[in-house]
């Protein structure tokens, strides 16, 4: 084994997210969204409360909430990221968000520390996504709320294939795009219940989306053939365009912390 590849899941994703903050502040994908619409109408209606952003990236979730809420902590294991989200916050105006770097398996928070948990394309990175769900829980109160928002796994394993394929040419630190059945089995284990469930697509720009990531041309290249020689239902599903545009599923699930927890 190349012991030169054997890099952390953690380290991997520092590594490829820690020189690409600017580019996830400034990315239409991450920064817009009905999704975000909603998580700013829940944070308006929550009160003067306390909110985590889990794995925040480029601090949109922090970013939307923060007007609303008594205060954010943002969240991630990239301190290039959080120092990029400390300084948007900053000249926006943005005092009651702070920072805090480490994993989602440990979050260095007490039991019932907050009373909303916000984790939006994040989850796909987690290398125990299972630990990682138990900890938000744990550090959300007994009457909290959480939202996990996420690139969402068609149930059809040739769909599902071809999806976590490109993913992983993309972006090496990519772990898995879960379906929503398995996104309800895990949390339920997790100690949460789902209060509601909204399916929306989003349309990915081919160009945009590999330089996001600045990934290496013979990936990219990669990810292009493929495309070209999947077959017509594949083609159809995904939307993809003769340069290599195409749509995914997304899921955005509302949860509050179940009783039995």
């Given at each position: 084994?190349?012991?030169?590849?054997?890099?952390?899941?953690?380290?991997?994703?520092?590594?490829?997210?820690?020189?690409?903050?600017?580019?996830?502040?400034?990315?239409?994908?991450?920064?817009?969204?009905?999704?975000?619409?909603?998580?700013?109408?829940?944070?308006?209606?929550?009160?003067?409360?306390?909110?985590?952003?889990?794995?925040?990236?480029?601090?949109?979730?922090?970013?939307?909430?923060?007007?609303?809420?008594?205060?954010?902590?943002?969240?991630?294991?990239?301190?290039?990221?959080?120092?990029?989200?400390?300084?948007?916050?900053?000249?926006?105006?943005?005092?009651?968000?702070?920072?805090?770097?480490?994993?989602?398996?440990?979050?260095?928070f007490a039991?019932?520390?907050f009373d909303?948990?916000?984790?939006?394309?994040?989850?796909?990175?987690?290398?125990?996504?299972?630990?990682?769900?138990?900890?938000?829980?744990?550090?959300?109160?007994?009457?909290?709320?959480?939202?996990?928002?996420?690139?969402?796994?068609?149930?059809?394993?040739?769909?599902?294939?071809?999806?976590?394929?490109?993913?992983?040419?993309?972006?090496?630190?990519?772990?898995?795009?879960?379906?929503?059945?398995?996104?309800?089995?895990?949390?339920?284990?997790?100690?949460f219940r789902?209060?509601?469930?909204?399916?929306?697509?989003?349309?990915?720009?081919?160009?945009?989306?590999?330089?996001?990531?600045?990934?290496?041309?013979?990936?990219?290249?990669?990810?292009?053939?493929?495309?070209?020689?999947?077959?017509?239902?594949?083609?159809?599903?995904?939307?993809?365009?003769?340069?290599?545009?195409?749509?995914?599923?997304?899921?955005?699930?509302?949860?509050?912390?179940?009783?039995?927890?």
């Open positions: 084994m190349d012991q030169t590849n054997s890099a952390t899941q953690d380290a991997l994703i520092v590594a490829q997210f820690g020189s690409r903050s600017t580019q996830y502040v400034a990315s239409t994908v991450h920064s817009q969204g009905e999704d975000l619409q909603q998580i700013a109408a829940l944070a308006a209606t929550a009160g003067r409360v306390r909110v985590l952003d889990l794995g925040c990236g480029g601090g949109h979730v922090s970013f939307t909430v923060a007007p609303h809420v008594a205060d954010v902590v943002a969240y991630d294991l990239s301190t290039e990221m959080l120092a990029t989200v400390a300084s948007v916050a900053k000249e926006r105006g943005l005092e009651n968000v702070g920072t805090v770097a480490g994993s989602v398996t440990s979050l260095p039991d019932g520390t909303l948990v916000l984790t939006r394309y994040s989850a796909h990175h987690w290398d125990d996504i299972a630990k990682g769900l138990a900890e938000a829980r744990r550090v959300l109160r007994d009457s909290g709320q959480a939202v996990f928002i996420d690139v969402a796994a068609p149930a059809r394993p040739v769909l599902d294939t071809f999806l976590q394929a490109i993913e992983v040419f993309r972006d090496p630190s990519h772990v898995r795009d879960y379906s929503p059945r398995e996104w309800e089995q895990l949390l339920t284990q997790a100690g789902i209060e509601r469930t909204v399916m929306r697509r989003l349309h990915l720009e081919f160009a945009s989306w590999i330089e996001r990531m600045n990934t290496p041309q013979v990936r990219a290249e990669a990810i292009r053939s493929l495309q070209q020689t999947l077959s017509n239902d594949v083609v159809g599903y995904f939307e993809i365009t003769p340069r290599g545009d195409f749509t995914v599923d997304t899921i955005d699930i509302l949860a509050s912390a179940s009783s039995a927890q």
